[in-house]
Each structure stands twice: as C-alpha cells, then as structure tokens.
C-alpha cells in the first residue's frame, strides 16, 4: 500500500498533536488500579470524550469522529508520542464499542455508546470462570430466561477493571442441556444490580487490577442480551477479534516503548555493553516495533479493500504479547541486577511494565491456545 501522506492526513494529524499538546496532563495520572487515580484517568477519558478523541472511529452521531483506520493509526501514534494517559475504559471503547455496532439493536446502540464514549459507564469484561480460562466454552455461569428476565448465577474471574466499574459483558449458557460452543448468551450486566458481590485480586504490583464476580440470582432484562439467545459464541469471537486483533493494542504504542528502550539503552551504553547480546537485544526490538507498524498498516489497507480479520488475529495477539514481554525483558538487563531495588523512576517505570508484560502472553486467551487456532485454522493442521 501506499505510505505517501496525503494533505488531508497531514491536515489531521496536526489537528490531533494540537490538540493533545493542549490538553495531555501535565503530571502522570495515579495508577488506575488505585481508586483516586482510577477517577483521574475517568476524568482524562471525560475530557477525551469531550474533545470527540475518547472513540475517533465511532459515527459522530454515537459520540466519535468518523475517522477511518488509517486515522485510527495516525491519532494513536500522536497520542503514545505525547505520552497521553493509558485508556482505562478500554474493554468498552475497544472491545464492546464495535461489538455493538455490529450486533446491537438500535436501542441498545442509543442506549449504551454515547454513555460509552462519554466515560459515563465503565466496563468490565466477564468471560473466565474458576474452570473455564482460556478454554472459554467451558463456562457454567447460568442465565435462565424467566419471563423477560434472565436469572444469572454463578462466578466469573480474572475480570479486568471490575473492581470500579459499573457494567460488565460476557457469556453464560442459557440453555441448561447445551454443551461447549453452544446455548451461550452475551449479555450486559450491571454491577450494582442485586445479587452481584464484586472482590479483588491482587496483580503482581500488590494492586487490585482484577477482581471475582459472583452472581446470586441476578436479574437482568432480555433486553440487555446482545445477539441472539444462544448464540453468544458468535458475539464474543467478534469481541475477541477486536481485543487479539488491531484495536486493543495499537502499534504506537510499542513503537514508543522501542524508542524509549533505545534512550534507556544510550544513557547505560557503558553497562550495557559487557554484554554484546543487549545492543542486539535492543535493535531486534525496535526493528519488531517498526515491523508491527507496518504490518497493521497493510492489514488496514486489506480492510479497506473488504477483506477481514479472522484467525489471523491470533497472530497479532502473539506477536504484541511477546514483542512487549521482550523489550521490558531488555530494559531489566540494561539496568542490572539490582534494577528491582532501586527506587527511582525510571527504574520503577521500567519494573512495572516489566511485572505487566508477563500478563501478556496469557490475556486475551493464552498464546498457546493462539498458536492451537493458528495451526488449524490457518494452516489447516489435523489436531492433535
């Protein structure tokens, strides 16, 4: 495809660095796994949302832009290059937005997009339960319709941001006789509701990130079941397109992470040079950085020539993870042993994307399961 940027690109992307110039936080944001910095980065998403950046591919009139993907890169390699605030409304924007574009009722779209796009309501995500984590169609959570309800019981876990939000998406089987993919409902749960009890689960940085959720006889409308009733599978493989494909991980934001490694690796290059490996280390990373950018670019260009996404999303879901899981791997090594005691910033920032980075290569379902998809999928091989 052709990279050459056109002046009305060009035109946009000065509108989107003017803007965030103006607007980006001066001081970082608390740690959104904390309740205080929670509501500032609630507030960023408010301010982000006011400006019409909190959801730039959204129609206008559902609180976006209408922007097409080429300007969904341009703008997010302009936000991750001002180091704007982390989204933490993400599993609604990213994920569930689309998802109900594509599935929603015209009610539901009114209903719940511009609250969405606003940062009004935030959302959680509820696919794992004690005995169903990557192998997703394994859940038992039940949701029996009663009339023009369904009443759910059961757990989910590992759920991220549900410790202070107030709506959850996920899957439970409706259908009491249905094994595996099938009888499986998608539906939007409110987390105050009756019979909802919300814990916390640490991460490795002693926060809570995560949280379990049990359901006691909650009551939620039909109305709130996205797709049809039983055919939540269908519903939740788009969702986990978007999260394994393009949305959730963009690639400026690990583009910014190549450069600040190569900076991290100028500053230590006397340390780091003992070892021949880190400089290599180092170049690997940034070059993988700069081979995800262009290959979103030429996936964009296959979407807007009608192609989709499929199977091939669990390529780029390895590749992210892995990618990220290196290069924080390479900032330990150039700061040395002793990078985990040292108390200043930098070495913090670094430790603490290092401690992210391990969750990688497991979310969004594990890379092996990923590589299982891959290999029969795409490639066609007999399973195991």
């Known amino acids: 495809m052709d990279l050459d940027t056109t002046p009305e690109l060009q035109a946009f992307r000065t509108e989107v660095r003017d803007w965030l110039r103006t607007h980006v936080p001066s001081h970082p944001l608390g740690s959104y796994d904390t309740r205080e910095g929670f509501e500032q980065h609630r507030q960023w998403e408010a301010a982000l949302a006011a400006g019409g950046w909190s959801s730039p591919t959204?129609?206008?009139?559902?609180?976006?832009?209408?922007?097409?993907?080429?300007?969904w890169l341009i703008f997010e390699e302009e936000y991750c290059a001002a180091d704007a605030p982390q989204r933490v409304n993400q599993n609604g924007i990213l994920l569930l937005g689309p998802t109900l574009m594509e599935f929603g009722t015209p009610e539901q779209k009114?209903?719940?997009?511009?609250?969405?796009?606003?940062?009004?309501?935030?959302?959680?995500?509820?696919?794992?339960?004690?005995?169903?984590g990557s192998d997703m169609a394994a859940i038992t959570s039940r949701a029996l319709r009663d009339g023009d309800d369904y009443v759910i019981d059961g757990q989910k876990t590992w759920s991220t941001?549900?410790?202070?939000?107030?709506?959850?998406?996920?899957?439970?089987?409706?259908?009491?006789?249905?094994?595996r993919h099938h009888g499986l409902s998608y539906l939007l749960v409110p987390l105050d509701a009756p019979g909802v009890t919300v814990r916390p689960?640490?991460?490795?940085?002693?926060?809570?990130?995560?949280?379990?959720?049990?359901?006691?006889?909650?009551?939620?409308?039909?109305?709130?079941?996205?797709?049809?009733?039983?055919?939540?599978?269908?519903?939740?493989?788009?969702t986990a397109g978007?999260?394994?494909?393009?949305?959730?991980?963009?690639?400026?934001?690990?583009?910014?992470?190549?450069?600040?490694?190569?900076?991290?690796?100028?500053?230590?290059?006397?340390?780091?040079?003992?070892?021949?490996?880190?400089?290599d280390a180092v170049l690997e990373c940034w070059m993988g950085a700069e081979a995800y950018n262009l290959a979103s670019y030429h996936t964009v260009g296959r979407l807007a020539r009608g192609a989709t996404i499929g199977a091939?999303?669990?390529?780029?879901?390895?590749?992210?993870?892995?990618?990220?899981?290196?290069?924080?791997?390479?900032?330990?090594?150039?700061?040395?042993?002793?990078?985990?005691?040292?108390?200043?910033?930098?070495?913090?920032?670094?430790?603490?994307?290092?401690?992210?980075?391990?969750?990688g290569p497991i979310?969004?379902?594990?890379?092996?399961?990923?590589?299982?998809i891959i290999a029969e999928r795409m490639l066609g091989l007999p399973k195991s």
């Not at 719940?112 to 796009?117: I, K, S």
């Not at 959720?213 to 939540?232: H, Y």
Request: proline share 4%; charged share 25%.
């Open 110 to 132: 009114a209903r719940f997009l511009p609250r969405m796009a606003r940062c009004d309501d935030m959302w959680a995500q509820g696919w794992s339960e004690p005995n169903a």
């Open 312 to 359: 091939e999303a669990s390529t780029n879901k390895i590749y992210w993870s892995e990618l990220d899981l290196r290069m924080h791997e390479t900032a330990m090594h150039i700061l040395g042993a002793r990078a985990e005691w040292r108390d200043d910033a930098e070495s913090q920032d670094w430790l603490e994307g290092f401690l992210f980075a391990q969750a």
């Open 201 to 238: 689960i640490k991460a490795l940085n002693g926060r809570p990130a995560f949280a379990e959720i049990f359901f006691d006889a909650v009551r939620v409308p039909v109305s709130q079941r996205l797709g049809d009733e039983g055919q939540g599978w269908h519903v939740a493989m788009a």
């Open 242 to 279: 978007f999260e394994r494909g393009l949305l959730l991980r963009s690639p400026a934001r690990y583009q910014r992470t190549a450069a600040r490694l190569v900076q991290l690796y100028l500053r230590h290059r006397e340390q780091a040079d003992r070892d021949p490996a880190i400089r």
């Open 161 to 179: 941001r549900a410790i202070y939000a107030n709506w959850l998406f996920g899957l439970f089987r409706s259908d009491p006789a249905s094994t």
């Open 58 to 71: 959204w129609p206008r009139e559902l609180g976006g832009r209408g922007c097409d993907l080429i300007q």
């Open 363 to 372: 979310y969004a379902g594990t890379n092996e399961i990923q590589r299982n």
